[in-house]
């Protein structure tokens, strides 16, 4: 049974850090690009960071140079350090496996962890 677990969101001030992280089981995680996407009220579900198996990341250009995205290949494990966070990035953020170019297998969510940015 494949599972994506989110943790670490919570309430933060304007300017603050947090980070939230995603526990992957039931897959061959090398085999998937793993993602962190938002979802903000009335909003639709945007990307906000990417990384290959191999390390490559990419960002939107909203939070480019404020927030990270790593993983632990073998702890199955990604993380989202949200660095000089501002009210905008209020929303409930979701873990995401991709399947990497070339490998037949489905797309995976986790259940969503809510970043609350309010002073």
């Known amino acids: 049974q494949v599972q994506l677990v989110e943790s670490g969101g919570g309430l933060v001030q304007p300017g603050g850090s947090l980070k939230v992280s995603c526990a992957a089981s039931?897959?061959?995680?090398?085999?998937?690009?793993m993602g962190w996407y938002r979802q903000a009220p009335g909003k639709q579900r945007e990307l906000v960071a990417a990384?290959?198996?191999?390390?490559?990341?990419d960002y939107a250009d909203s939070v480019k140079g404020r927030f990270t995205v790593s993983r632990d290949n073998a702890k199955k494990m990604v993380y989202l350090q949200m660095n000089f966070l501002k009210s905008e990035d209020t929303a409930v953020y979701y873990c995401?496996?991709?399947?990497?170019?070339?490998?037949?297998?489905?797309?995976?969510w986790g259940q969503g962890t809510q970043v609350t940015v309010s002073s």
């Open positions: 039931g897959i061959l995680f090398n085999f998937y690009v």
């Open positions: 995401n496996a991709k399947p990497r170019t070339g490998i037949s297998s489905n797309t995976y």
């Open positions: 990384i290959t198996h191999d390390g490559m990341a």
